[in-house]
């Protein structure tokens, strides 16, 4: 079993989800190698950051027509170097650009492809939630290899990633025509100019139905501030206008994995909890001492979030 994890970055800054896809490749106990996809300049940046992790090759796979994302041009070089890697599984982060590519690269290989994959056991058996997490579900594919898997962002840990003293890296040309590149490539899509990325934040702020009011939403964002965090919502909160959409964290918002979560009134509902689970550390601050929250906090504090958290913000200034 070789298994080839393909890592994504953005100017030849990598997503740091690519470090959870390294993490969990390597939990398999099989050879890992890693391959990243750009301008020539940009993938070999990005190959010379993962040459930390303890994987048998990192791969710079570079092409002008790849400088900028499309589905077209990367599906062709993606599907070239598997056929020249024969690996037995490709694992990509289940990020917004994976979600449009990689059923394409399933497809050109006529394979089997898991998505959003939350944990792997022996076998390899792949989990993956349903009916909003309420459910998961074993999944073994079948038919040849490679088998094609995307992991949901903040299931796997980044920070465990085994780090070596150096993989060899080999630089290539993508094997892309560019004539066959039917999209042109433009600015990645935003909601709004404050949109803001939450699965790279280290800390988040969240606030629930427990902050009571829009105005209230200012002390949370001052305690964000204090932390050097992001600020962050459950869904009534955004569905009722206090904080942009782009905010949502939970099974219909973003998946997050910081290492720091802190959450102010929030019940802990499973829609939200399938969104943050993966954080490091969760604090949570409830007045209600049986909310589901406090099953999954680490540190939990019953008590008045208007209380409590104008103190820990002039703990955090002094």
């Not at 939630?129 to 999944?139: P, S, T």
Request: proline share 5%; with cysteine.
């Amino acid at each position: 079993m070789k298994v080839l994890v393909i890592a994504e970055h953005k100017d030849g800054v990598l997503n740091r989800a690519s470090w959870e896809a390294i993490g969990a490749a390597q939990t398999t106990g099989q050879e890992v190698k890693v391959a990243v996809f750009g301008s020539v300049a940009d993938a070999a940046s990005s190959a010379a950051e993962l040459a930390s992790a303890d994987v048998a090759e990192v791969i710079a796979v570079g092409h002008d027509a790849l400088a900028g994302y499309t589905a077209d041009g990367f599906t062709q070089a993606v599907v070239a170097l598997i056929g020249e890697l024969a690996p037995s599984h490709v694992v990509f982060a289940h990020t917004y650009q994976t979600r449009d590519y990689a059923p394409r690269v399933a497809a050109r290989l006529d394979r089997a492809l898991a998505t959003d994959v939350i944990a792997i056991k022996e076998g390899p058996v792949y989990v993956r939630q349903m009916f909003q997490g309420k459910v998961n579900a074993d999944v073994v594919l079948e038919g040849p290899e490679p088998h094609i898997v995307t992991l949901q962002i903040g299931s796997f840990r980044a920070d465990a990633v085994k780090k070596g003293s150096g993989a060899p890296i080999r630089a290539v040309a993508a094997a892309v025509d560019p004539a066959k590149i039917r999209q042109t490539a433009e600015a990645p899509f935003r909601e709004a100019k404050q949109a803001v990325d939450l699965s790279q934040a280290e800390r988040i702020v969240s606030v629930g139905r427990g902050i009571k009011a829009p105005e209230n939403i200012e002390l949370a964002r001052q305690l964000a501030t204090a932390m050097n965090a992001e600020l962050s919502a459950s869904r009534p909160i955004c569905d009722a206008g206090w904080l942009p959409m782009e905010r949502q964290v939970g099974s219909s918002g973003q998946t997050v994995a910081p290492k720091m979560y802190l959450a102010l009134g929030i019940s802990g509902a499973i829609q939200h909890v399938v969104g943050m689970k993966g954080a490091k550390t969760i604090v949570a601050i409830n007045k209600d001492p049986e909310a589901p929250i406090f099953e999954i906090a680490d540190y939990g504090i019953a008590g008045d979030l208007f209380e409590i958290v104008p103190a820990l913000i002039e703990a955090l200034k002094s």
